[in-house]
């Protein structure tokens, strides 16, 4: 079968595959052993993917700017061991725990950290940043969306980059949050 933009699906190459989508976006991809990688991610990131598939071991994943190494700072869905997709096209998936039989296929060319869930990394982009966390209190006018953040219990933001970035009940929620972010 050959996908086109109006008739899509995979195409397998002798190195890879080209899945086109029902929209025309066409995503490339790099066969390693029996995994399909985007063509986009770097050799370092796929072999700590596969370093960590092969112990299955629990990972923490991060996910940002590759370009800059600038951390998404995602925070959930980011734990859990490698496994991979069922089908021709086996990609990368998160797996919550060892049992699970499925989860989320990983954005494995954005990722700019890997490290084990109990301490070392495995993979970190040479300019690898979080950005910098300021924790302030919030002011008895500040809003977000409709309502007061005061008026909802909210005490203390932290900041990213001077941008608002999470709100919390109290000082040591919002030093947790920065602490969980940063290590």
Request: charged share 25%; net charge positive.
């Amino acid at each position: 079968m050959t996908a086109t933009a109006d008739k899509p699906g995979v195409v397998f190459t002798a190195d890879g595959a080209i899945h086109t989508l029902s929209n025309g976006n066409v995503i490339r991809y790099r066969k390693v052993k029996s995994i399909f990688y985007h063509a986009a991610t770097p050799a370092a990131v796929v072999r700590a993917l596969e370093t960590a598939r092969s112990c299955r071991r629990r990972i923490r994943l991060y996910y940002g700017d590759t370009a800059k190494g600038k951390d998404w700072l995602e925070e959930f869905g980011m734990e859990g061991t490698l496994g991979n997709s069922m089908g021709p096209l086996k990609v990368p998936i998160l797996l919550a725990n060892r049992r699970s039989l499925g989860g989320p296929a990983l954005l494995d060319h954005c990722i700019v950290k890997v490290e084990w869930t109990k301490g070392g990394i495995l993979y970190q982009h040479p300019r690898y940043h979080t950005g910098t966390f300021t924790i302030r209190e919030i002011g008895p006018d500040e809003t977000c969306g409709e309502g007061n953040l005061r008026a909802k219990g909210y005490t203390h933001a932290v900041d990213v980059d001077n941008q608002n970035h999470a709100n919390f009940r109290s000082v040591r929620e919002a030093e947790r949050y920065v602490r969980r972010m940063t290590f």
